[in-house]
């Protein structure tokens, strides 16, 4: 059975950091591209970051390019996502996915591409 599970989320300042994590079980981790997602209150899921299943590539939604950070440990099975300059348009939920289904690089900005989701974790920046 696959498991995602994010951790580090919290309360921060406009301005601050957080790091998340996400282990992953149940699966090959290094055959699997990793993605971060979020989704704010009356919004779509949005793209965050992407990384290819040995990390030779990333990708970032437009709204967190250098600011955020993603990178993972195919040793640990675990994906993390550092978030810096943080915004209060950052607060949101924010959920690993995988998936180990042929892609193109277009197709990892889009949900329907990935196979399975952790229950997510909640990020809140204020002002």
């Known amino acids: 059975q696959v498991q995602l599970v994010e951790s580090g989320g919290g309360l921060v300042q406009a301005g601050g950091s957080l790091r998340l994590s996400c282990a992953a079980s149940g699966l090959t981790f290094s055959r699997y591209a990793m993605g971060w997602f979020r989704q704010a209150p009356g919004k779509e899921r949005e793209f965050v970051a992407a990384i290819r299943e040995f990390g030779s590539s990333t990708y970032y939604g437009d709204s967190v390019k250098g600011r955020f950070a993603i990178s993972r440990d195919n040793v640990r099975s675990t994906v993390s996502l550092r978030m810096n300059s943080l915004k209060p348009e950052d607060t949101a939920v924010y959920y690993c996915?995988?998936?180990?289904?042929?892609?193109?690089?277009?197709?990892?900005?889009?949900?329907?591409?990935?196979?399975?989701w952790g229950q997510g974790t909640q990020v809140t920046v204020s002002s």
């Open positions: 996915a995988a998936t180990g289904r042929p892609y193109l690089v277009a197709d990892l900005s889009t949900s329907l591409q990935y196979d399975y």
